[in-house]
């Protein structure tokens, strides 16, 4: 097969009417199909039904400690769930603070909490003249839209294959006391699924920040979320971070979203000695604890790290031909023609595509004119604005395989279509 | 009997004498008694044990509008918990805003959302010279512990037997913008277990407040904790603030904390479709959403007020020994010696007593040092501060009947030493 870009103007006018035909009896399906979210499917939802047996009405409510979850008090979570999370995250249990059922809450409140009370007695955020975030692009909408919603200015940073652009992290954090934060997701990262190497973790640990209230917020969603055989490996940063005295740069999440139920989890926060004791204050005014019959649930459920890397071994059984859907789908019909690169996660919820310069958008329509929704295009990058309008994120977990194979149909319509209107208009405007 | 005070030196001296051999006794017994917070018992958190049954591995996990509550979605409230406590608050279902499961955990976050981002696009608070709340007292110290956290200025608010002293209150509301809010616990209020009249409430109504952003945090936490067959009526705020448009002003929580399980309840916000408007705005970028398998199993077991109703009933017949034990201590071995004054609450979770002017912390010491723990004496008011050192908030629902006896009779032994020692006192400073 020949490059797009190699294809004269009548070359790319027969390819494009072939294309057309074949889009237009796409649309005459009436497709209704979903690949905006990371939402996992009503098979993997099924993996965790028994863990709701694990309390009951005749079953005892005791945690292992004794107390009664079913009364007030464990502020901080109970016994077991905070040992389940710290061998998970590998840190201390008293390293553990148990949330709700969104980690996304929790990452929202550690800023609400900095913009109204600043951390361990810095100036509260929100009576500073600017407030910056840096946000590796792509990223994860969410983590941007919190930034928005409080007004703080994000600048992107660049990622590779090893994570965000280390030296530039290092100059802005470093020189400019207003950036106080960055959001990581360092573990089959949202949306490129990739890890960030010992290289990038260790040069975390090393920042040296100019702001004492800037904070990593190191969002670990996918740390047991692996696809394959050989899962990526991921440097501890707390362990880094020990051996140069720099722990409380650190905010560390992660829940079992997408471990047990996405709607009825575990969120939990991991964090120094010094950060624990400035949550704490603030929590004991704050709540009167998190949802601790869940805890208890998960805690008997999960046992262990080794109990929920069997559990995620049965999800990636569902998880993994919806990856290879995609991607067999895109190294097929896309690959050949030389008009986009994507990822190939070993793990997490996302496929990271990017189309030719400016055909993002374009791609999106074409895909929402035939019944597919995509994750909305931009929304991985600050603002919901890609520069060069080229990355999409694609989200294979909910739909069934079969959905999934005439979603990426259209993905794959859509993107050549897309791509020899681009091309048709460089030669165009070149001649 | 005499009353303390027509007795002279020698009658006080030797009455003193007596009950310090009966305190003395007491402290030889080696008590561990705790009086200090609202807590259920036991038997209380056993009647809603079958709700853990309404979810199961072999139970359907589908919502009334047919969404699964294991997944994303439903920022709101399910469709059936949102109705469940319309149906109790009078209010209609789109009013309604599920939280986690402590509504104190709600009414922070709608004072830290307020302080970082203001109240329907004011200024937020956090950038503000003074903000400033009134505090009817006695009062509820964890509404205070959130001011104090946030450098909110607390003016207590005198209350009486039909609520707080409205002629101030408006003249605060009414002429100070950095007015920003009011503590009520409208129903059974703690600690006085009194509830507003018709009055009150339809003044509350018709506040026209200088601060657009003032708002009434109406914690209606016993709205169905009735300890007798005549309930307490309290008019609805909603109803009286729509006849006048002033439904803005209200911010209105719940829970379930004292009904079902307070480790695992579920917390509720009811506000004005203006003002859920403006939160519903913020949680979208907040949160993933509320534990929906928790408001599921809630839905299930409590189906509707009427429901509720009877399984208050239950918690009642658990409850209404216990208060009368602690109330018929105080009628036996207070009343009559006029030291004192207390409250004969109609449901709730507290008696507030009076002892006489400057004893408080000493009975608070004495019942301490006999192994009885009280709420922290001075907590109903804000900053710990009872000014005229006389209120204590007696909680009598966590230990069993036998125990609260054994607690009365050292609270009872410590209002009467206090009392002597004060009126021994005057005695000495008057000859």
Chains 1, 2 share one sequence.
């Not at 046992?303 to 190294?331: C, G, I």
């Not at 190939?344 to 019944?371: H, Q, T, V």
């Not at 990426?408 to 030669?427: P, R, T």
């Amino acid at each position: 097969m020949k490059l797009y870009k190699e294809m004269n103007e009548l070359e790319l006018g027969r390819e494009y009417a072939a294309l057309r035909k074949e889009y237009a009896a796409c649309q005459a399906r009436g497709l209704k199909l979903d690949m905006s979210r990371g939402k996992p499917g009503y098979d993997q939802l099924e993996l965790s039904m028994p863990m709701l047996d694990m309390v009951a009405s005749d079953r005892d409510m005791k945690t292992l400690d004794g107390s009664d979850v079913r009364n007030y008090g464990q502020l901080e979570g109970l016994p077991e769930t905070r040992r389940l999370f710290a061998d998970l995250l590998e840190v201390a249990p008293d390293q553990i603070l148990v949330g709700g059922n969104s980690s996304l809450n929790m990452m929202f409140d550690a800023i609400n909490l900095a913009e109204s009370l600043g951390i361990m007695g810095s100036t509260p955020w929100a009576r500073l003249e600017k407030v910056r975030f840096l946000c590796p692009v792509p990223g994860y909408d969410r983590h941007f839209s919190i930034c928005e919603l409080f007004g703080i200015e994000m600048i992107p940073i660049p990622m590779d294959a090893e994570g965000p652009d280390m030296d530039l992290v290092r100059r802005y954090v470093e020189k400019d006391s207003s950036v106080k934060g960055i959001w990581c997701v360092p573990k089959y990262s949202n949306p490129t699924g990739l890890t960030y190497s010992d290289r990038v973790v260790r040069a975390f640990a090393a920042l040296k920040p100019a702001a004492p209230d800037f904070r990593i917020f190191w969002d670990n969603a996918y740390c047991v979320h692996d696809l394959t055989d050989t899962p990526d490996p991921l440097l501890n940063l707390f362990e880094e971070c020990a051996r140069l005295g720099s722990e409380d740069l650190v905010y560390m999440f992660a829940s079992t979203s997408k471990i047990s139920f996405s709607g009825a989890g575990i969120a939990v926060m991991a964090a120094s000695p010094a950060n624990m004791a400035d949550l704490k204050a603030k929590r004991t005014i704050q709540t009167i604890g998190p949802n601790k019959i869940n805890q208890l649930m998960h805690a008997r459920f999960f046992h262990d790290k080794e109990a929920v890397l069997r559990h995620m071994a049965r999800h990636r059984e569902l998880l993994a031909p919806k990856f290879e859907a995609v991607l067999s789908a895109l190294d097929r019909e896309i690959a050949p023609l030389g008009i986009a690169s994507y990822t190939r996660p070993r793990g997490g919820y996302f496929i990271s595509f990017d189309a030719m310069e400016g055909c993002a958008r374009r791609i999106g329509e074409l895909c929402r004119d035939a019944g597919v929704v995509l994750t909305s295009v931009g929304a991985t990058f600050p603002y919901g604005h890609d520069p060069s309008d080229q990355n999409i994120r694609l989200a294979p977990t909910f739909p069934p395989v079969k959905e999934l194979e005439e979603a990426m149909e259209v993905f794959c319509l859509s993107v050549k279509l897309a791509a020899i209107e681009k091309l048709s208009g460089q030669l165009e405007s070149a001649s």
